[in-house]
């Protein structure tokens, strides 16, 4: 249940109550693919870097280690150790991110594992199906996300078949939640928009999805070649018809600047692999802009990452040390390196919170926009 405590403009203050715990909005949702940060950091890690949410991969988990093995060992939470709210993605951003090795039909899509080139069929049932075994929080609903640009001819048959799936995926997860041997019977379903860049078709498939009284509702399909430019107009676009009184989810995105921009056009969640990853290469958000620990410039610097962060990395280790670590290899570079970066996502999302409690996100958005993209 959402549930709005305030405005500012069009940013939202709110909480969203869920079968696993609240969550306080705006949030970014911490992705742990396979059941785990990349960069050897375990849920009890994200405890401490003041993660609300695990996202889990359910077309990756479906794969390896199997989501009825996640089932017979008790579901997500119990596997990963994370008591908190976890949400699954549906399997649908595989239709995009693995266009070479799939064809898509009106039942659904077959894959080509990426793993050992074994056929999968995944439709809106089977999506269902697994994430009701995977016993997540939020299931997302199975979609196709196309590639931007996209033909608007295809964009639009696109749309017409996400909705017709989205009916299916209702009524199946409905079915799953009232087994008696479901892990969680009170699994919520979000449906994803869709619509390519096209603000006509974006504005239809969100009129026609709001129909279904869903439990959150997504903006997919964005941060996949388009400029941010028109990720935010199309945000504009869209969030006039979302429901005001339900969670709105942008997937995928994104940047410090990003977050910020779209938060002020009225976003509450969030989800990136960008900060793990790009800590995996060293390189590393700070509240003065983005740090290369690579750079020579850091070889007998003994400040922390960020003098401004209170993270267990910059409360105990150097530049220095950092840039050392990853010049030798040193798995623990990564590992600190990626602490740091979930830590300074999840301390702005609890800054961004502050400042709409405070009415004064306005002028914190038009301080940290100039600011946190910057490169040192």
């Known amino acids: 249940m959402y549930q709005l405590l305030k405005t500012e403009g069009n940013a939202r203050r709110a909480q969203f109550i869920t079968p696993h715990g609240t969550v306080q909005t705006p949030a970014f949702m911490n992705v742990a693919t396979c059941g785990a940060i990349k960069g050897a950091v375990s849920a009890l890690d994200l405890k401490g870097l003041k993660c609300q949410v695990q996202l889990c991969n359910t077309y990756h988990l479906h794969l390896r280690p199997g ?4 089932k017979k060992l008790g579901g997500l939470h119990r596997f990963t150790g994370w008591s908190g709210p976890i949400l699954t993605d549906s399997g649908g951003f595989q239709v995009f991110s693995l266009s070479k090795l799939r064809s898509i039909r009106e039942e659904g899509v077959t894959f080509s594992s990426h793993v050992d ?15 009701s075994n995977l016993g997540s929080t939020i299931a997302m609903a199975f979609d196709e996300c196309v590639e931007n640009p996209a033909e608007y001819g295809y964009a639009k048959h696109s749309c017409e078949r996400t909705v017709r799936w989205l009916y299916r995926c209702k009524e199946e997860l409905l079915r799953l939640n009232a087994l008696p041997d ?105 509240w003065q802009g983005v740090r290369n ?25 150097s530049r220095a040390y950092l840039r050392h670590l990853f010049k030798s290899g040193e798995m ?25 409690d405070g009415s004064t996100y306005d002028a914190f958005y038009r301080q940290y926009r100039e600011i946190l993209g910057r490169r040192l």
């Open 182 to 286: 479901t892990i969680n019977p009170g699994q919520m379903l979000f449906g994803i928009n869709q619509g390519s860049t096209y603000e006509d078709l974006r504005v239809e498939h969100m009129r026609r999805i709001r129909e279904l009284d869903l439990d959150g509702y997504a903006i997919g399909g964005l941060a996949v070649g388009e400029s941010a430019e028109e990720m935010y107009r199309i945000i504009e676009a869209v969030a006039p018809e979302m429901p005001k009184e339900k969670i709105r989810y942008l997937m995928g995105v994104g940047t410090p600047v990003n977050i910020l921009e779209a938060v002020y056009r009225g976003v509450d969640l969030f989800d990136c692999v960008m900060p793990s990853r790009n800590a995996r290469h060293g390189h590393l958000f700070t």
């Open 117 to 131: 080139g074994h056929k999968i069929f995944m439709g809106p049932e089977e999506s269902m199906r697994i994430q």
């Open 332 to 356: 623990l570079g990564m590992r600190l390196a990626v602490m740091h970066n979930l830590y300074f996502y999840n301390t702005l999302m609890e800054r961004i919170r502050r400042a709409l």
């Open 293 to 317: 620990i690579m750079n020579a410039k850091y070889e007998l610097d003994e400040a922390p990452i960020d003098e401004e962060c209170g993270c267990p990395v910059c409360s105990h280790f």
């Open 67 to 70: 989501d009825e093995t996640v």
